[in-house]
Structure formats: structure tokens, C-alpha cells
């Protein structure tokens, strides 16, 4: 398989995507609800979605049966090719759709190529906001707009920060976690820690790339919420190659084909640059996990 002309493919289309996301920032566009998710983020949707991902899919589309490869998008069915398939395109148009309605920074075009095992091959992601490009190949480094990333330390002049969904802010462990992150910071030497209600997870994983004292976990959950696989692949490549953390939250390999769902909130999720902290968190999760309800 080709990945270096596959990933330029996936450049090339989400770049595309975020031509058609830019035009539509200061315009009105309509306004959507689908019936999955149990929350808001995951609920909403737009044109802008669909026409992002229609680009997308256009672009990718010749790749298909030159590459026997399927497809899994958000804003389609899944037909479950991703099973029969040697590897598929995995598809996020428009990741923190509410920040985009909204008019808030946090929202961008995911696409990685995931094997049918659920290795991630490749991941591209382009913040049309910042007009960022991230991409990654297995064994072949993580790059920022064509420029080579090396994950920088701890900055021990700067506090831990859990970057999460707004959702959390609802969580009945959030005083715990507060808690528990004071105590991982005092532990490794940071000046305080604090919790960042934002949206959208890609950029959320991908905030850490550039400033390591940001985590982002999600505790395990039941039913259809807490993210797709859609929402983590591309970003488990670019920390895979950048040496980072991208797991479930304890610490095992993210399930990025799952059969019973695309939704991956069953183990929860854990992204990090610094494996002692992930280490930290990761037994954080458990001392809640074995407390009285």
C-alpha cells in the first residue's frame, strides 16, 4: 500500500474540506439534529458537515478500488466494509460541529486510514481556523505544516490542565478529578492543575502536541456518548509517531474497529505526552473506579 500517496490524498482532501468549512464561518447555514449520541456535540449537525464530507469523499474515492479500501464517515452509514477491507478511510468533515455553530475556535477536519486490525496508518488533520496541518505516517514521524514535531517536556513553570468536553462539567467524579489532578501536579513538580471545558476532541488531542502539560481523558461510559472512532483516529496516529500517549484510560490499545459500535467510550480514552503523568492518571482512574459509590 502506498501510504506516502495516500497521505497526500487525505491532505489535499482536507484541505478541501476546510476551503468549504472557511466559506461558510460568517455566513448562515442550516442547523441539524441526528438521532445518535446522547449529547449535544454528538447530535448536531449542518450542511457544512455534509458538504465538507462529500469534498472529502470525492477526493478519496479513486483510492477505493485502486486500494480496496472502505470508507467510514460520520455523516454516513456504515456499511461495514471496514471489516472486509485490508484498511478504510475514517472520516470526521467537521469535529466540534457546536464550536463551529457556535463561532468558537475548536473545530477541524479529521481523516486517518485505519487497517482492518485497527491500527492507525495514517492521520491528517487541518484546523481551518489557524489554517493548521497536521499529518502522520506509520514509522515516519508526525509533522505540523510539513515541519518535522518533536514533543517538548514538561514545563515545570506551568500547571497541569485537563482539556475536556463541556459534558464533563456534569461528571459526577469532576470534584475528585479536580482533586486527583492537584495531586499529580504537586507529585511532579507543577504549580497547580486545572480543568479546560472545550469543544471538540481532535483539537483537543491535538492542543497537547504543542503544549505538553495538557491531558486529555475521558472515564469510561455506558450507552451511545463519549466519542467515535471517527473522533480519535487520525489523532492516535499523530501520537503514536510523536511518541505521545493515545490509549484507552487504562492504558491499553485504542480500539479503533470496533465490531459492536462505532462508539469507543467503552474504556474510555487517555491522550498525554508524558508517559509518567499518563502512568498518574491512569491510576487515578482506578482509585475512583474501587471508591464506595
Not at 477491507?85 to 475514517?90: N, T
Not at 464533563?168 to 471545558?197: M, V
Request: glycine share 6%; charged share 20%; with cysteine.
Amino acid at each position: 500500500m502506498e501510504l506516502e500517496a495516500l497521505c497526500d490524498l487525505a491532505i489535499k482532501a482536507a484541505y478541501l474540506a476546510g476551503e468549504v468549512i472557511n466559506q461558510y464561518r460568517s455566513s448562515e447555514f442550516e442547523v441539524g439534529h441526528k438521532q445518535v449520541g446522547d449529547s449535544t456535540a454528538s447530535q448536531i449537525v449542518t450542511e457544512v458537515d455534509r458538504k465538507a464530507q462529500q469534498v472529502i469523499i470525492e477526493t478519496l474515492a479513486p483510492s477505493l478500488e485502486a486500494h480496496n479500501l472502505a470508507l467510514l464517515a460520520e455523516e454516513s452509514t456504515d456499511d461495514r466494509q471496514r471489516f472486509e477491507k485490508p484498511a478504510f478511510w475514517c472520516i470526521d468533515p467537521l469535529d466540534g460541529t457546536l464550536a463551529f455553530v457556535e463561532k468558537q475556535p475548536g473545530f477541524s477536519v479529521s481523516i486517518a486510514l485505519v487497517s482492518q486490525t485497527g491500527e492507525p496508518l495514517i492521520g491528517v488533520v487541518y484546523d481551518p481556523l489557524q489554517k493548521d496541518l497536521y499529518h502522520a505516517i506509520k514509522n515516519r514521524g508526525v509533522f505540523i505544516n510539513a515541519k518535522a514535531l518533536t514533543l517538548p517536556a514538561l514545563d515545570k513553570n506551568a500547571p497541569l490542565l485537563l482539556t475536556t468536553d463541556r459534558s464533563f462539567n456534569q461528571h459526577p467524579w469532576l470534584s475528585q478529578t479536580r482533586q486527583g489532578l492537584e495531586q499529580i501536579a504537586e507529585k511532579s513538580g507543577l504549580p497547580g492543575a486545572g480543568i479546560a471545558f472545550k469543544v471538540g476532541a481532535v483539537m483537543n488531542a491535538c492542543t497537547i502536541l504543542r503544549q505538553p502539560n495538557y491531558c486529555y481523558f475521558k472515564y469510561p461510559r455506558a450507552g451511545h456518548s463519549g466519542g467515535s472512532v471517527w473522533d480519535y483516529a487520525a489523532t492516535a496516529c499523530l501520537f503514536h509517531e510523536a511518541g505521545g500517549i493515545a490509549t484507552d484510560i487504562y492504558g491499553k490499545t485504542l480500539d479503533l474497529n470496533r465490531r459492536e459500535s462505532t462508539f469507543i467510550n467503552h474504556k474510555g480514552l487517555l491522550y498525554t505526552a508524558d508517559k509518567t503523568l499518563a502512568e498518574q492518571l491512569i491510576i487515578l482512574n482506578h482509585q475512583l473506579e474501587s471508591s464506595p459509590a
